[in-house]
């Protein structure tokens, strides 16, 4: 038992060694952070809490720091875009939106454009993420066909709300007969199987449009839902 405490306490010891001498990669590179991370968890260290002694002074502010940092930021995003999106979008969406506004401000202060760069991932931003949701507020990740979604609402979304969510996410490159994040009452009928459930279609759809998470358009007497986290989800992968 006394082999094993000495064990990882060398490999702890190791691992302060190896944090000091990365420092700056850790902080810069998402690719690293995360490996770093990894690193930890075997040895029961977690830098994201430890604001205190060695992980607050040798990763300067603190790697625990920049998730906080981060999850304003991400905050941020969310809280702007509400009115469009309804308090829902796409973790690839707000990690596009902050790596380009903070390669935007990093250009204004310097002579010299610095080829853009990935400082943030989408792990970083779904770590962030967890930490908001502590805060309350609503915040959470979910999972919506093949992409991670933030929602920054405390709507109770049920089953009924995620399956014509993924339904919608599924209309990839037109399919299902509708494009990508768009679909009808019919669409739901036949591809759920809902067709002799109209109040159970209406209850879903009708606190969607509530929330603004979907958006109606009345086109030749049909009504077309759309969503706008999938559909700029789908407009990011083309």
């Known amino acids: 038992m006394q082999s094993a405490v000495d064990t990882i306490e060398k490999l702890q010891i190791k691992l302060t060694d190896f944090a000091k001498k990365h420092q700056s990669d850790i902080q810069d590179d998402p690719a690293f952070r995360q490996q770093f991370l990894q690193m930890c968890a075997p040895l029961g260290i977690d830098p994201l809490v430890s604001q205190k002694g060695f992980w607050a002074k040798t990763l300067g502010v603190g790697i625990g720091d920049f998730y906080y940092e981060l999850s304003v930021k991400v905050a941020e995003v969310c809280f702007a ?13 707000v990690c596009d939106t902050l790596n380009k506004n903070k390669n935007k401000n990093y250009n204004n202060s310097n002579s010299r454009s610095k080829k853009e760069q990935q400082l943030y991932s989408q792990n970083d931003i779904t770590i962030a993420v967890k930490k908001l ?3 309350g507020g609503g915040f959470r990740t979910i999972k919506v066909g ?6 920054s609402v405390p709507t109770e979304l049920d089953n009924d709300h995620m399956e014509i969510m993924t339904l919608a996410a599924a209309h990839e490159n037109g399919g299902g007969g509708q ?5 009808t009452v ?12 109209t ?4 209850r879903a759809i009708s606190l969607l449009l509530n929330e603004g998470m979907v958006w109606k358009d009345d086109y030749h007497g049909i009504s077309f839902y759309w969503f706008p986290s999938v559909w700029k989800e789908k407009m990011d992968i083309m």
Do not use: H, Y
């Open 199 to 202: 109040g159970r279609i209406d």
């Open 81 to 93: 875009t509400r009115t469009k999106n309804g308090g829902i979008m796409a973790v690839s969406e």
């Open 186 to 197: 019919d669409d739901i009928k036949q591809q759920l199987r809902w067709s002799n459930d």
């Open 179 to 183: 494009p990508s994040g768009c679909i």
């Open 133 to 135: 949701s502590t805060l």
């Open 146 to 151: 093949k992409s991670d979604m933030i929602v």
